[in-house]
């Protein structure tokens, strides 16, 4: 096995490039390295201008989203190993704006949770004082999936509907408001419904699942959306069928 | 310059942070206040928390309990009243975030359920699975959004506190996205920027924990309080040093040497059971387990891996079904980052950089002595956590006194004068500064990687687990060598876009003073205690050092050190005992 390997870097800096590029470096060949291990000894020891972002490197914060071989990935948990001994190719995640280099935009989305109220919604709050809603494990688990996005951006990139229509909500919010909308302490499922039941958020989605096969935390977004979507319609009917909401 | 004006400014956007604003939200709807970080915030490092938070809240356990063990395990440099004020308070705090919908793990009957930790007599620790953390932040960082009045300032870079008339009124800051140096100013300052443990080079913390919030504060006259006290984690994957929580042995997980042999047995720790014992083998206290490593490792019988001496870590007698229910994460890293698998290997651990114990000196209500300057979190030294924390502490740690802080703050920023003009002057200094030394110097000569790593040496072989006179002298030395070559940086970057190679040179510059304050500390403390253990001085000497290290930055840079007493309420100093028969919280 050869003792070093290729990586081609999408670079690009708005105070000097019309467009993206590539540019190659060779760095050592490890076996219990990871891309971002490579992206670090670029920075260190060769080009310190080298941008992308990354914090933890356990896959929990979700900074360091990037296309690796045109595949969205985690590069603190894609193993040079897994390419080796061709050349790799990083790239920053697809459907964003590029600010410099393996560096996205990801203010769209931040607008995109907010406008979900991803927090608990309660007709009434009961006091601290005494304790807490009670939640069985059965309740727990019914919506605990979808409490695990780190919001790493993956989905969007994977996501065909979102390439063409910025507009679209996205898999990850999605999977947020469900995840609180299944919270059996939350309830705020009709607040969110304007949003939700918009034309760009749920019925946007065409159920490719490619936001759900590239989640490195297997929320599952489109199940998420598949399931709100069954929701809606049967509101949708019981509106149309019992004017009152059937109550 | 543009100049933004809030009424609180967090520095640091991370469990702290958010506590901090949604407690000044809640007391003055009014007040403007905005949260400034480097990171978006829920890529902030209490992210990375894995076992759980303590907070009595079972009809067996009591208050006097919990600050019992968190004051022994400390090895009795807390301060008894910010410990009693924390064991208090967070139970309400655990609550209060379960209100807002943090999924805590819950018993079958739908109540939260607790987990044992290390050093606790109880079991106490709250726990969503082993994300505790992640589910914390993501939690805080969700309801900061029904709050219009809370203000973010995402990815933007504090390099300085500007002070004038004696108090603190804002900061100055760079726009990573556009490059923009600006002051923000605010009546009063929260950093809650967290810890520092990138000065070392194996760590579990994350690469945005360089110091920063200790730096800015350090820099701005404020002293930084017991910095000598450094905590190793005893269970770090090696190479990675990623983190394999200590709920992985109060699930029932043995550590083992390289003859399978629980070890801990020999280093006053108690007798080993097949089910774990409360405050006793695997579940002492973490300054104890890693000294026992190094004393392991002497024995020769640790064992040899390509990234040096582990031990092992076996969950197999756990079970696949446990394991994936109060583990799942555990599996996760083992099997993605080690190439093990839990349920059938054994995992190699070995000790690694995980806490700060020390920090920005607070009162209780997270003040520090420069007005309009508070503190919270890893960032701050209250001190509830002494020569020792506690696993399980430094979440509710969090919120208790990023909910006081706020509060503090909010106070303050009511009845605060103007902003003074003086200021902004100041500002237009630190920008200048800053393009001149770094952006558009192109005459410095040194790297700021091959800086950051000799430092990251210097810091392991000087101020490690165990400690000597000649070892920390020689390290203050080569770190004075090192501040004074960081003055002759030279940036591969010069641009103004998301310049991280501007973001690691003015991070290094905090770490380096941050890490000179450790060295000077932990050279003038001639005991040990807790986490500081000097060879030359292997025992605790109550009568010199029941006392706080406060560290100044002098004149000319380098750090003096005065000493502050310990607050003792109702537990005067005892011995430390593990593995014994059930002792009483001996209240007086």
Not at chain 1, 35 to 53: F, P
Not at chain 1, 149 to 168: E, Q, R, T
Not at chain 2, 344 to 368: C, F, Q
């Amino acid at each position: 096995m050869a003792d070093t390997i290729k990586l081609e870097v999408s670079r690009y800096s708005p105070e000097t490039d019309a467009a993206p590029h590539f540019q190659g470096f060779e760095v050592p060949f490890r076996r219990d390295w990871v891309v971002l291990d490579a992206l670090n000894y670029i920075k260190d020891k060769q080009d310190g201008s080298l941008t992308y972002r990354w914090s933890c490197r356990m896959g929990i914060c979700g900074s360091c989203g990037m296309l690796v071989n045109g595949e969205p990935k985690l590069t603190c948990a894609t193993f040079l190993a897994d390419y080796a001994p061709s050349p790799i190719r990083v790239e920053p995640l697809r459907n964003f704006p590029v600010v410099r280099d393996l560096v996205i935009a990801m203010n769209d989305f931040m607008r995109k949770l907010q406008r979900m109220k991803p927090w608990l919604i309660r007709k009434e709050e009961k006091p601290v004082s005494e304790g807490e809603y009670l939640q069985t494990p059965a309740e727990l688990e019914a919506y605990k999936q979808f409490s695990m996005c780190i919001n790493c951006m993956l989905c969007y990139a994977a996501c065909p509907v979102y390439g063409l229509d910025p507009l679209f909500s996205g898999p990850a919010a999605i999977a947020l408001a469900q995840r609180y909308n299944l919270d059996s302490r939350d309830q705020g499922a009709n607040d969110r419904l304007p949003v939700l039941s918009q034309h760009d958020a749920i019925w946007g989605c065409t159920f490719v699942g490619e936001c759900t096969r590239v989640c490195p935390k297997h929320v599952d977004p489109a199940g998420a959306i598949q399931q709100y979507k069954l929701t809606a319609a049967l509101d949708w009917v019981k509106s149309v069928v019992m004017p009152w909401g059937g109550k | 310059m543009d100049v933004t004006t809030h009424d609180v400014l967090l520095v640091g956007g991370g469990g702290a942070g958010l506590r901090a604003a949604i407690a000044v939200s809640e007391i003055n709807p009014n007040l403007k206040v905005a949260v400034v970080s480097k990171v978006y915030p829920m890529r902030s490092h209490t992210v990375s928390a894995e076992g759980g938070a303590a907070g009595v809240i079972k009809s067996d356990d009591s208050l006097d309990e919990h600050a019992y063990d968190t004051i022994s395990g400390g090895d009795w440099l807390c301060d008894q009243d910010a410990v009693e004020a924390f064991v208090k308070e967070s139970p309400q705090e655990l609550l209060q975030l379960e209100h807002w919908g943090c999924p805590w793990s819950r018993q079958d009957d739908g109540h939260i359920a607790v987990r044992p930790f290390g050093g606790m007599k109880k079991m106490r620790t709250w726990f969503a699975a082993d994300k505790t953390g992640f589910h914390m932040l993501h939690t805080l960082f969700q309801t900061t959004m029904k709050y219009n009045a809370i203000f973010r300032y995402d990815e933007w870079f504090v390099t300085k506190l500007l002070v004038d008339d004696g108090r603190v009124q804002g900061v100055v800051a760079i726009e990573l996205m556009s490059g923009k140096i600006q002051a923000i100013t605010a009546k009063s300052v929260i950093l809650c920027a967290g810890g520092c443990g990138r000065v070392f080079p194996f760590t579990t913390n994350a690469s945005i924990k360089t110091g920063d919030g200790m730096g800015l504060a350090y820099r701005a006259g404020a002293p930084l309080k017991d910095m000598e006290f450094i905590q190793y984690h005893p269970t770090g994957l090696p190479f990675t040093g990623i983190l394999i929580t200590e709920a992985a042995r109060a699930e029932g997980g043995y550590l083992v040497n390289k003859d399978g042999y629980r070890y801990l047995q020999d280093y006053n720790l108690g007798t080993p059971t097949a089910k774990p014992v409360l405050r006793s083998m695997e579940l002492g206290p973490r300054d104890r387990l890693s000294q026992a490593f190094v004393k392991e490792q002497e024995k020769g019988r640790t064992i040899d891996g390509p990234y040096g001496p582990v031990v092992h870590l076996d969950l197999r007698h756990l079970g696949e079904k446990l394991i994936n229910a109060n583990l799942p994460f555990v599996r996760e890293l083992c099997t993605k980052y080690q190439n093990v698998d839990p349920v059938h290997e054994l995992i190699p651990v070995r000790p690694v950089i995980h806490y700060m114990m020390g920090g920005v000196s607070t009162d209780i209500n997270g003040a520090t002595p420069l007005p309009g300057l508070f503190a919270a979190g890893e960032v701050a030294c209250v001190s509830i956590n002494g020569a020792n924390r506690l696993g399980s502490n430094s979440l509710p740690e969090l919120l208790v006194f990023g909910a006081r802080a706020g509060k503090a703050a909010a106070e303050f920023a009511s009845s605060a004068k103007p902003i003074s003009n003086a200021v902004l002057a100041q500002a237009f200094d630190e920008q200048r500064r800053i393009e001149n030394q770094y952006l558009r110097n192109t005459t410095g000569r040194e790297r700021t990687s091959t800086l950051r790593e000799e430092m990251q040496t210097t810091m392991e072989t000087s101020a490690g687990i165990y400690r000597t006179e000649s070892s920390l002298a020689a390290g203050a030395k080569t770190l004075r060598q090192l501040q004074e070559r960081s003055d002759n940086l030279a940036l591969d970057d010069h641009s103004l876009t998301f310049n991280t190679d501007l973001v690691a040179a003015l991070e290094l510059s905090f770490m380096l003073d941050v890490a000179e304050s450790m060295v000077q500390s932990a050279l003038l403390r001639t005991e040990s205690r807790g986490a500081h253990q000097r060879t030359d001085f292997p025992k605790r000497n109550d009568e010199k050092f029941l006392a706080h290290s406060l560290v100044f930055r002098a004149a000319d840079g380098r750090p003096r050190v005065e000493y502050l007493p310990v607050r003792i309420t109702r537990w005067p100093p005892g011995e430390r005992v593990y593995g014994q028969p059930a002792q009483k919280a001996s209240a007086s």
